[in-house]
């Protein structure tokens, strides 16, 4: 059966449908869906049953896999997979004990908080594949905010305002916040993770269209000062965070989502954690870094 892109509302997102559950396709049929994803930003594909080797081999067609830290988090045996997960490790139908803390069969409440992948890192991670082993009965949603629709809707003075312009993110600053539940960095782990900067209007190295580049780990805007920096990242969080731009993924077991952090973001949502488990596997594709778009250069001009 030949493979079908049904996009989504408004062409952000598109569901593949005619894969076989474990993915391994054609040629082609990757040609296609490699097009699809260009095109959409988000692919969804439902009713997979893949095992770790088969999300890996997928997932690599992409392009070099991204090994997530701590190794603590990863699926054993499988480095490349990282775990989302609340479930004990002991009997992964049940959660963990709510004072346990960070899951200890994978990374609990990750990515609570619009985010792209590794952009608090030099070199942030081109895409991302998440994989829905066990979901709750109700909530544990995943929301996706289409950034190219945010920048073309930003009011021109704001364009103007951030024109070739960087903002600072800082893991050092922010892990409390968005890591409640994990140890506090270590001085060798903020050696590792030292504050970047990334253009606010980013250009996509393979569509060439313009995107806003902004998540939770953005703290302000080097060469502004600090308050009207900070004024500057909070109102672009907001602005891409606004219903018109989101697409919001309510998982069944076996649907996975490709995203593509460069011009997407995606925040997952709560749900009852002390009595449900939750379960996802992700690959992680390395990227490249970010370029400021020549129409903001240019604007700064
Ligand atoms: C992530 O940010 O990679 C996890 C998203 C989710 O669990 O919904």
């Avoid at 993915?23 to 049953?49: K, M, N, P, T, Y």
């Avoid at 809707?153 to 922010?174: T, V």
């Avoid at 970047?196 to 953005?218: N, Q």
Wanted: hydrophobic share 35%; net charge negative.
């Amino acid at each position: 059966m030949a493979i079908v892109v049904q996009p989504f509302e408004r062409n952000f997102g598109a569901d593949i449908v005619g894969v076989p559950p474990d993915l391994q396709v054609s040629d082609d049929d990757f040609r296609r869906i490699e097009a699809a994803w260009a095109a959409h930003g988000i692919l969804r594909f439902r009713g997979l049953d893949m095992s770790p080797e088969q999300h890996v081999a997928f997932s690599r067609r992409f392009g070099p896999l991204h090994i997530m830290t701590p190794l603590k988090f990863n699926l054993a045996g499988h480095p490349e997979i990282f775990v989302v997960s609340n479930a004990s490790k002991d009997d992964p139908s049940r959660p963990i004990a709510q004072e346990q803390g960070a899951g200890d069969a994978g990374l609990k409440r990750a990515g609570e908080g619009f985010h792209t992948d590794g952009e608090d890192k030099r070199i942030p991670n081109a895409g991302s594949f998440l994989y829905a082993k066990s979901v709750p009965p109700e909530r544990g949603d995943t929301l996706f905010a289409d950034m190219y629709a945010a920048y073309e809707a930003l009011p021109d003075k704001i364009k103007q305002a951030m024109a070739g312009r960087r903002a600072r993110y800082s893991r050092i600053d922010l892990h409390h916040v968005y890591y409640p539940l994990m140890d506090p960095l270590t001085e060798e782990q903020k050696r590792e993770r030292p504050d970047v900067c990334h253009p606010l209007a980013r250009r996509h190295p393979v569509t060439g269209r313009t995107s806003l580049y902004i998540g939770r780990w953005a703290c302000d805007v080097e060469g502004l000062p600090k308050d009207e920096g900070q004024a500057l990242v909070r109102y672009l969080q907001e602005f891409a965070q606004q219903p018109r731009f989101l697409f919001r993924q309510q998982w069944q077991a076996g649907d996975a989502i490709l995203w593509d952090n460069r011009c997407t973001q995606h925040c997952a949502t709560g749900f009852d954690d002390t009595r449900y488990v939750r379960t996802m596997h992700r690959t992680t594709l390395e990227g490249d870094e970010p370029r400021m778009a020549e129409t903001s250069a240019a604007l700064a001009l």
